[in-house]
C-alpha cells in the first residue's frame, strides 16, 4: 500500500467569469521515503494540489473528484456534501502537521511576528499531545494542557535539537521572526515542519525568494534531514534542475494537468512529453561552449491557457509544435513508455501502438 495515493482529482474555483478547471484528472502516488517532485509553470495547479491534500484550499474551491488516499484513508470524506472544505474539521486537524505538515512558500507571513519563534514552534507540539509519545518518550504522555516541568523541558529541547539540525544557533530560539533573515527563517520554518516527525512534508517552493548560495544549502539540508527521518517529501518548485538533486521521481504539470511522470534521470535524457522538452531546453548549463549553449536555449512560443475556458483535448495543444487534429479532440490517455514512466500524449500512444504519427 502507498503511503499517499491521489486518483483522478478534480478541483475549481468559483469565481465571478465562471469556474476556473484549476486541477483536472491528476493522479500520482507517493511511497514511504520517497521524494515526488511536483514542476510547471505559475498557475498550472501545482500548489492546489497540495493543498488539498491537507484540506487548506480556500472557502470558494470545491473539490469535484477523485480520490486522496493518506495510509489507507480517503480524505475527501472529509468534506462538505458540495465538495467544499471543512476548515476546522477535528479529524483533519490531528493530521495536519502530526502526520502531514508543510514548508509555506513565505516563511515571514508563516510565522507571527509578535511571538518568539521557538514559542510557536512548542504550540504546534502542545496542540498535538496524541503525538508527542512519538517524538518526545514516555514524557509526552503527560497532558498538553497543564504541562509539567518535564514536558516544558523536554519540548524545549526538542526545538533546540531541531534548530541544530537546520543549522540555525540554539541561542536563537527566543528571537522574533523579523530579527532572522529570510534564509533563517526558511530554516526555522523547516524545524516547524519537522518537530512531530511527520510521514509527509510538502514544501512548496521553500528556496524562492533566496540567493542561489542559500538555496543550495537549505535543498542539502533537506535531503540530509529526509534521509535521517525517512520522511516522504512532495517538493514544489519552478526550478526543474534544483528539484532533480532530490526528487526520486519528478511529474510535470501543465494548466492543470499531468503531462509526464519519472525519474529524474529519465525525465532528462528521454523527455517524451513537448512540453517537458521545452521546460528542459530553458535550462542554461556551465558545460560545453557558451555559444553553442546559447544556441540551444530557446524560450518556448504561447503562453497558459486560461483556465475558466480551457481549451479542448490536450491542453497544450495550442503551443505545441508537433499538435495534430487529435490533439485538440481528445484528452490523451497516459501511456508507460518505460517502467514508471508514464506520458499523456497522443504521439507517443500512436507510436507505442505501431501506428505512423
Not at 50 to 67: D, E, R
Not at 148 to 161: G, H, I, Q, Y
Request: hydrophobic share 40%; net charge neutral.
Amino acid at each position: 500500500m502507498h503511503l499517499l495515493e491521489v486518483k483522478d482529482l478534480k478541483i475549481h474555483f468559483k469565481i465571478e467569469d465562471g469556474w476556473v478547471e484549476a486541477v483536472d484528472g491528476v493522479s500520482f502516488y507517493l511511497d514511504a521515503g520517497e521524494t515526488l517532485g511536483l514542476v510547471g509553470e505559475s498557475g498550472c495547479g501545482k500548489s492546489t494540489t497540495a493543498f488539498a491534500i491537507t484540506q487548506l484550499l480556500p472557502k470558494n474551491a470545491y473539490i469535484k473528484g477523485g480520490s486522496i488516499v493518506f495510509k489507507g484513508k480517503d480524505l475527501l470524506k472529509y468534506l462538505k456534501k458540495d465538495g467544499t472544505i471543512r476548515l476546522f474539521d477535528e479529524r483533519m486537524r490531528k493530521l495536519r502537521w502530526s502526520e502531514i505538515s508543510i514548508i509555506f512558500q513565505g516563511a515571514m507571513d508563516a510565522f507571527n511576528p509578535v511571538y518568539r519563534m521557538g514559542k510557536q514552534i512548542e504550540e504546534a507540539m502542545y496542540a498535538h499531545p496524541e503525538a508527542l509519545p512519538r517524538t518526545l518518550g514516555p514524557v509526552g504522555e503527560e497532558t498538553a494542557r497543564r504541562p509539567s516541568k518535564e514536558l516544558r523541558e523536554a519540548v524545549r529541547k526538542r526545538v533546540e535539537d531541531l534548530f541544530d539540525v537546520v543549522g540555525l544557533p540554539k541561542d536563537r530560539v527566543d528571537n522574533y521572526p523579523h530579527e532572522f533573515s529570510e534564509g533563517m527563517r526558511q530554516r526555522a520554518l523547516i524545524a516547524m515542519a519537522l518537530t512531530l516527525a511527520p510521514s509527509l512534508i510538502i514544501a512548496d517552493e521553500p528556496t524562492t525568494a533566496l540567493d542561489v548560495i542559500t538555496q543550495y544549502k537549505i535543498l542539502k539540508e533537506m535531503a540530509d534531514i529526509q534521509k535521517r527521518y525517512r520522511t516522504s517529501m512532495i517538493l514544489i518548485s519552478h526550478d526543474v534542475s534544483a528539484v532533480a538533486e532530490l526528487a526520486d521521481r519528478m511529474a510535470v504539470m501543465y494548466a492543470g494537468r499531468l503531462v509526464e511522470i519519472a525519474a529524474p534521470l529519465d525525465l532528462f535524457m528521454n523527455p517524451c512529453h513537448p512540453y517537458t522538452g521545452g521546460l528542459l531546453v530553458t535550462i542554461p548549463t556551465i558545460k560545453g561552449d557558451k555559444e553553442a549553449m546559447m544556441a540551444r536555449i530557446q524560450s518556448m512560443p504561447g503562453s497558459p491557457p486560461s483556465l475558466v475556458n480551457p481549451p479542448p483535448g490536450c491542453r497544450f495543444h495550442p503551443r505545441c509544435p508537433i499538435a495534430k487534429d487529435i490533439c485538440s479532440k481528445a484528452v490523451p490517455e497516459p501511456v508507460e513508455v518505460d517502467p514508471g514512466h508514464i506520458v499523456w500524449c497522443h504521439k507517443v500512444r500512436t507510436e507505442s501502438e505501431g501506428n505512423e504519427w
